[in-house]
């Protein structure tokens, strides 16, 4: 399973970008985003489910951040919208067949992208 992460850029403070992560087995897997800053932990960021497009997010990006897929293209957008400078890093995409309560983990997640950099900053 491959995934490929594209859209990262510089904007600045309450600016917009979109996310795309795409994957040559969508359809069997559910597709998270995690993101990193330096010197911090990975940290979850939003995910979506393959059988139903059941969406989660954290309490940090609710209301700015929107997980869409589309199925013909094989691929999931994260649009990010109202973006802060706290929201710079790099941005991974992560695959697995099946997440729980605990998506937010890392180590929940079996397969990952190499990561597109996002850099909010005027």
């Known amino acids: 399973l491959q995934l490929v992460e594209s859209g990262g850029g510089l904007v600045p403070p309450g600016g917009s970008l979109r996310l795309a992560c795409t994957t040559s087995?969508?359809?069997?897997?559910?597709i998270g985003w995690f993101r990193q800053a330096p010197g911090k932990e990975r940290e979850g960021v939003s995910c979506?489910?393959?059988?139903?497009?059941?969406?989660e997010y954290a309490a940090s990006v609710k209301g700015r951040f929107t997980l869409s897929r589309d199925i013909e293209k094989n691929t999931v957008y994260l649009q990010m919208d109202n973006l802060k400078p706290e929201d710079t890093g790099v941005y991974y995409c992560?695959?697995?067949?099946?997440?729980?309560?605990?998506?937010?983990?890392?180590?929940?997640?079996?397969?990952w992208g190499q990561g597109t950099q996002v850099t909010v900053s005027s």
């Open positions: 087995i969508f359809t069997s897997y559910d």
């Open positions: 992560a695959a697995v067949q099946s997440y729980g309560s605990n998506w937010y983990i890392p180590d929940v997640w079996d397969f």
């Open positions: 979506i489910k393959s059988t139903d497009s059941d969406t």
